[in-house]
């Protein structure tokens, strides 16, 4: 049994598509798009004679924006505990981490963990509900692609909306944010954090609705013909949201996203 750096996406693959909702921004990130900002580790059990063995459990380190986030989801079986405890010595300093129930204990001897609540796995299965709610709005013209021309726009929103938000830039190249203007300002906009035509999945994103103009069905809407347009190339759309956040999750519910899963969000720090 040994921690090992992996390099093989097709081997990657096959042990993230065990679990394609659990293992969903995992799966996206071995896009072309994305695989450049990827470190992967896996834990491999091998017989005593021999030479290859079966990879038990796996961590990713994305590296896409200035604060590394770590991807560390399943059961906390002992080798994915014994992954992460081996992994201490090469993790960043600091990093923000997505980690599932009962591993926290594993990283608490290095870090310094700091909690942002429990979130909720959400995946779309009920699609027909989806199309009920398009269904429901008259003009659906109303939602506009955005792209790098509207950046600056965009960037004023999220300042206004959702401060602290994990915007990258460089997904309005994949075509997949989608955005509705009044007075030639926009109010709303859902993106996505990941998106892989090659894999078929994709997780949305950085949705958000400007305060002044909430509660009028903007960010449903918004949602819905992003997701409606995303199936056009991928089979599985997923996201995360706070537990606690009862009115998103209504908002999801509504448009045919279920609960699958829940894992804690923080933000570590080397202890001194």
């Known amino acids: 049994m040994a921690r090992i750096s992996l390099h093989d996406v097709d081997q990657i693959a096959e042990f993230l598509c065990q679990d394609k909702g659990l293992h969903l921004y995992s799966l996206g990130d071995l896009d072309p798009f994305f695989w450049p900002q990827t470190l ?3 834990w491999e059990e091998r017989g005593e004679n021999s030479t290859s063995g079966k990879l038990t459990a796996l961590v990713l380190v994305y590296l896409g ?15 994915l505990r014994a992954l992460l405890e081996s992994l201490i010595p090469l993790l960043p300093a600091r990093f923000y981490l997505h980690l599932s129930a009962g591993l926290r204990p594993c990283l608490e001897p290095a870090y310094q963990l700091n909690s942002h609540g429990e979130h909720s796995r959400m995946v779309l299965v009920k699609p027909e509900k989806l199309q009920v709610a398009l269904a429901q ?6 939602v506009r692609n955005l792209d790098h021309r509207d950046l600056e726009a965009i960037l004023d929103l999220y300042q206004r909306s ?20 009044q007075d030639q300002v926009p109010v709303s906009i859902a993106g996505i954090h990941v998106y892989s035509p090659s894999w078929k999945v994709a997780a949305l994103g ?8 909430r509660g009028q069905g903007l960010g449903s809407l918004t949602t819905a013909v992003l997701c409606n347009d995303l199936l056009q190339s991928v089979d599985l ?14 908002c999801y519910h509504k448009l045919g996203f279920v609960e699958t899963g829940k894992f804690e969000e923080f933000d570590l720090e080397l202890s001194r």
């Open 237 to 250: 759309i997923g996201l995360n949201v706070k537990s606690d956040n009862l009115a998103a999750l209504a």
């Open 137 to 142: 709005h008259k003009n659906l013209s109303v």
């Open 40 to 42: 992967w580790y896996g």
């Open 206 to 213: 950085n949705i958000t609705t400007d305060p002044q103009v």
């Open 65 to 79: 924006q200035s604060l590394p986030t770590v991807l560390a989801f399943g059961q906390p079986t002992s080798a």
């Open 162 to 181: 959702y401060p602290g938000n994990w915007f990258d830039a460089r997904m309005l190249e994949t075509g997949m944010y989608r955005g509705i203007y």
